[in-house]
């Protein structure tokens, strides 16, 4: 089992975003916006292929909501691939910005604004968003008191920092208004009530239901999820003829995977694939030489997005 993680979304903003103004000091400090999609960041060391000794058929879907052929095998391979747990998710998750020390509501708060950020960002640029905004103070109240122009500031260089901004003030706003007249400002318990906070979508409000309340109603599908799934033959909602996974529908892949994975594994399916993602099953140039599933793969070594 892998822990739990922060999602991407794939709703693309179709203009960048510049840089807050600061002083020529922070200038100095700034890098380039990340990419939408993490670059390799792989220490998995090479893994003999278990696969040659196992099935030689590629995986493939049958018709109707049946499971793929081999996906069970497959799934485990992946897991095993997966156990030293060398992906910036399994550090970075969203998860991990709790503390015991805190109120449940507060440590809740930050997984909301964790996956918020987290959107189209690496786990890296996230989680330093998120440590100068404990040291500045995570709590609704305080968010509000601070100036949209600060909290820009403190997120850069998030992608989409200013839309981000807006969408956490907005979000504080209406949790507070939500509270009057209850002991503490809580997030919402549902996946409705996640989903109808400002820059909240279905994918974000399923992980948030799984990572802050520890009920999955959902598959988070992020582009890790949907490319994999994808190449693996687990679904077919991805026009490769456009040559561009994001221009597909990330919730067709929810639904396609929701009709047959079992309900035990929606709550891991999203970090073991993130993680496999960042370290092995690339966006650009797969590691299919290592990797264990390459004779179950339907896209082993011609994988190219
Ligand atoms: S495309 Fe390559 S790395 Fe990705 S699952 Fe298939 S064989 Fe493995």
């Given at each position: 089992m892998v822990r739990l993680r922060n999602g991407r979304c794939l709703t693309a903003t179709s203009k960048r975003e510049s840089p807050p103004k600061s002083s020529s000091k922070t200038k100095k400090k700034r890098k380039k916006i990340e990419s939408p999609i993490p670059s390799i960041h792989s220490t998995i060391p090479k893994v003999k292929p278990e696969s040659q000794t196992l099935m030689t058929k590629p995986s493939s879907r049958k018709k109707g909501n049946s499971p793929p052929q081999h996906w069970q095998e497959v799934h485990d391979l992946i897991q095993k691939m997966r156990m030293n747990r060398t992906a910036d998710v399994d550090t970075m998750g969203c998860e991990t910005f709790t503390e015991t020390a805190l109120p449940p509501h507060e440590n809740r708060f930050r997984t909301l604004i964790s996956a918020m950020l987290s959107s189209q960002t690496k786990d890296?640029?996230?989680?330093?968003?998120?440590?100068?905004?404990?040291?500045?103070?995570?709590?609704?109240?305080?968010?509000?008191?601070?100036?949209?122009?600060?909290?820009?500031?403190?997120?850069?260089?998030?992608?989409?920092?200013?839309?981000?901004?807006?969408?956490?003030?907005?979000?504080?706003?209406?949790?507070?208004?939500?509270?009057?007249?209850?002991?503490?400002?809580?997030?919402?318990?549902?996946?409705?009530?996640?989903?109808?906070?400002?820059?909240?979508?279905?994918?974000?409000?399923?992980?948030?239901?799984?990572?802050?309340?520890?009920?999955?109603?959902?598959?988070?599908?992020?582009?890790?999820?949907?490319?994999?799934?994808?190449?693996?033959?687990?679904?077919?909602t991805w026009n490769k003829a456009s040559g561009n996974s994001r221009q597909q529908d990330p919730e067709k892949t929810r639904e396609e995977l929701e009709q047959w994975l079992p309900r035990e594994h929606w709550a891991t399916i999203n970090p073991l694939l993130v993680g496999f993602g960042q370290t092995i099953c690339t966006p650009l140039r797969p590691k299919c030489e290592s990797c264990t599933v390459n004779q179950l793969c339907p896209s082993a070594f011609k994988a190219k997005i």
């Open positions: 890296t640029v996230n989680a330093a968003a998120m440590d100068r905004l404990k040291k500045h103070g995570l709590t609704v109240e305080n968010v509000l008191k601070t100036s949209q122009q600060d909290l820009e500031k403190l997120i850069y260089p998030v992608s989409f920092f200013k839309n981000k901004s807006k969408y956490i003030k907005a979000v504080c706003e209406q949790l507070k208004q939500d509270a009057e007249g209850k002991e503490f400002i809580d997030i919402p318990d549902t996946f409705q009530g996640l989903k109808s906070l400002p820059g909240v979508g279905p994918k974000m409000a399923h992980l948030v239901m799984t990572c802050a309340w520890e009920r999955t109603e959902g598959i988070c599908v992020d582009i890790h999820v949907h490319r994999i799934s994808n190449r693996l033959g687990w679904v077919k």
